[in-house]
């Protein structure tokens, strides 16, 4: 008879051999303290060292764990999906081999998850998160490709956390297709989920052994947000999609209140006789509270429209983020006409393009983040 188990960890690995032994007993000593029967599942990369004898050697003295050797399609993301399909549980926890994820934490993880949370998330982020031991250039990195993946999921503050947990019921007959090392992005793209929660955690570089990171590794992140996207677009469906109408509706309204900036500017000026700068002026600010109110209502749907101290704050938070916006525009513009000699309307193009997400960006995250 198969065991079966409270909860499955999963351990990605490729070339590990310095850390796979330490990780394994790290994890066993959590389930014998608190109580968990935990398997351990070691998926590897068919590594070129000594990683998968070693855990061969540790799964003959310990019947909760087992290794699986990919031979083909190789990646972190692809290994982590077989195992969710080979796992011995109803949950799943995913963690690094090299310790930059704390065994110590996988508790909270398993609580969380039997708590009813569909997902449970480490985040680096959130309140209580940090990373130590990383150079500038990587953390820049990292910062970058987490503020990309919260437009795709603009409520979870750590995307592309490699630590997680997840309920099987989330993946299972999902149609998981990652490349690289984001595998939470597809879970949260293309799972079937309704709730989750953070746990924040210190992430630590590895000690041990060589990092993975490279310039395919971003590229096929890339790749892999532009399939999420567009598996939410064939689909009509999840929280991609919902996020991506929202866009829609925030750009429609930008659009309109261009008309409505350009329309008083020469009302005012051609008809009411004003100077052409203080129309300028009265039709920006007019533009502002037109978008306010259309995003307000339409594209973030507010229903506390009547509550004025409610609204006020948001607007106030709006058109100080929109004023931004036009500085962004400006610099930028500046930057590309004045220094790096681009035609003056295709930087005022890319001005525009750089302020709408910053303008859709610090309003969806700050301006109606509770909404």
């Known amino acids: 008879m198969v065991d079966t188990y409270d909860l499955a960890v999963i351990i990605p690995t490729f070339n590990e051999e310095e850390n796979i032994a330490a990780i394994i007993e790290a994890v066993n000593k959590v389930f014998q303290h608190n109580g968990i029967h935990g398997e351990i599942l070691v998926v590897d990369d068919s590594s070129k060292d000594r990683t998968i004898p070693i855990v061969q050697e540790i799964a003959d003295q310990n019947d909760n764990v087992r290794i699986i050797v990919r031979t083909e399609d190789h990646g972190l993301s692809q290994s982590v999906v077989e195992g969710f399909g080979v796992a011995r549980s109803d949950i799943f926890q995913v963690i690094d081999a090299d310790f ?6 996988i508790p909270r993880f398993y609580e969380a998850i039997r708590d009813g949370a569909d997902i449970a998330i480490g985040s680096r982020y959130t309140e209580g998160g940090d990373i130590e031991q990383w150079p500038l250039k990587r953390r820049v990195i990292s910062l970058g490709a987490t503020a990309f993946g919260r ?17 099987r019921e989330v993946v299972a007959g999902a149609p998981l297709a ?18 989750f ?20 590794t971003m590229t096929d992140y890339l790749r892999q947000c532009a399939d999420i996207t567009y598996f939410s677009a064939m689909h009509r469906a999840g929280s991609v999609w919902d996020e991506w109408k929202k866009i829609g509706r925030f750009g429609l309204v930008g659009i309109s209140g261009i008309f409505v900036n350009m329309g008083l500017l020469y009302a005012l000026t051609e008809f009411a006789g004003l100077y052409y700068l203080i129309s300028a002026a009265i039709a920006i600010e ?14 973030f749907g507010a229903t506390d429209n009547l509550r004025f101290e409610r609204k006020t704050p948001r607007f106030l938070s709006f058109q100080a983020v929109s004023m931004g916006g036009l500085l962004v525009n400006v610099v930028v513009l500046f930057f590309l006409s004045d220094i790096a000699g681009v035609y003056y309307l295709v930087a005022n193009l890319a001005g525009i ?19």
């Open 178 to 195: 990652p490349r690289g090392y984001k595998i939470l992005m597809e879970v949260l793209g293309k799972g079937r989920w309704r709730s």
């Open 353 to 371: 393009l750089v302020a709408f997400a910053w303008n859709y960006g610090v309003n969806r995250h700050y301006t109606w983040k509770k909404i």
């Open 151 to 167: 437009i795709l999921f603009p409520e979870v503050t750590d995307p592309v956390s490699g630590f997680f947990a997840v309920r």
């Open 286 to 299: 007019v533009s502002i509270v037109n978008n306010f109110i259309w995003n307000d209502t339409w594209t």
């Open 100 to 105: 930059s994820h704390p065994p110590e934490l």
């Open 197 to 216: 929660v953070e746990i924040p955690f210190v992430f630590r570089d590895r000690e041990e052994g060589e990092s993975k990171l490279r310039l395919d």
